[in-house]
């Protein structure tokens, strides 16, 4: 390994410890779609069985914020889910300047179908130590239950797709602290 491999390896390494999931966010400060597109762009560098390429986004901003959460709660309140979940899901989605929403293709067999959502992840990742890099704090949300092809719908994603995350982004207001990482589980067969 030379000089060179350890600084770039340094680098990648301090970006990834710093990464935080953090909704603590200037709420009127927006991020900029020159800015968003360098982060897909960034995605779009993960690692991808047979190239799919199965990642897809929405960018969601402004009163579609507000959409998008009448969307999550009508879906949650068909499938009998909690009143108060469901009152919380219409402005929820509003606590940050923008919800980029990520969703993976189906594949043509169970398989690559599981595939896709695995490189759907790893571009979700390289998208949030991106902006993690900028100093944009992201979170990344889960779709409730029942929802998932009520807001792929209002995504306009491919028929089929898996909503892989909401994922609250804005600036950093505040820096996070994260938790202590225990030691990584690892056997060895030599």
């Known amino acids: 390994m030379t000089a060179g491999d350890h600084a ?17 966010v200037d709420p009127s400060r927006d991020v900029d779609d020159a800015i968003l ?10 690692p991808c069985h047979k190239r799919t390429w199965p990642w897809e986004f929405c960018v969601v901003r402004g009163d579609s914020r507000l959409d998008l959460g009448q969307v999550v709660s009508d879906a949650m309140q068909r499938n ?3 009143a108060q979940r469901v009152d919380k899901a ?3 989605y509003a606590r940050t300047p ?3 929403v990520v969703g993976s293709a189906p594949g043509d067999s169970p398989n690559r ?13 390289n998208f949030m130590l991106g902006a993690s890099a900028l100093g944009v704090a992201t979170y990344w949300g889960s779709c409730p239950k029942g929802a998932n092809d009520d807001v792929a719908r209002f995504c306009g994603f ?6 892989m995350s909401l ?6 207001s505040e820096e996070v602290v994260g938790p202590e990482r225990p030691a990584p589980n690892v056997t060895r067969r030599d």
């Open 98 to 100: 923008v919800i980029v």
């Open 8 to 24: 770039r390896f340094d680098s990648v390494a301090e970006v990834i410890r710093a990464r935080r999931t953090s909704m603590k």
């Open 113 to 125: 179908t599981a595939e896709n959502r695995d490189a759907t992840a790893a571009a979700l990742q």
């Open 158 to 163: 491919t028929a089929g797709a898996h909503v």
């Open 167 to 172: 994922t609250y982004v804005g600036w950093a």
């Open 90 to 92: 219409r402005t929820k």
């Open 37 to 46: 597109g360098e982060l897909f762009e960034l995605a779009s560098w993960a």
């Open 80 to 82: 009998g889910d909690d």
